[in-house]
């Protein structure tokens, strides 16, 4: 059985709930990411958290010299 629970906040996708196993994750109380965003998401998160290293090491050397 289906019971339609929600939108996926990043792509609009409905999700549905089949035998009490929701097809997306839940980040806030209404608010839900399919898995396939979320892993969209992680693999941005990876690439941001490089950039944000890098920045910090730029800006690391910048107050040193
Ligand atoms: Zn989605």
Redesign the pocket.
């Known amino acids: 059985m289906q019971e339609y629970v929600g939108d996926?906040i990043?792509?609009g996708?409905n999700i549905y709930c089949h035998d009490g196993f929701i097809g997306a994750v839940v980040t806030e109380p209404g608010k839900m990411?399919?898995f396939?965003?979320m892993e969209r998401q992680n693999e941005e998160n990876k690439k941001d958290i490089k950039s944000d290293n890098q920045k910090l090491f730029i800006g690391k050397q910048k107050k040193d010299t």
Do not use: D, L
Request: glycine share 0%.
């Open positions: 996926c990043k792509c996708r990411v399919c396939e965003c």
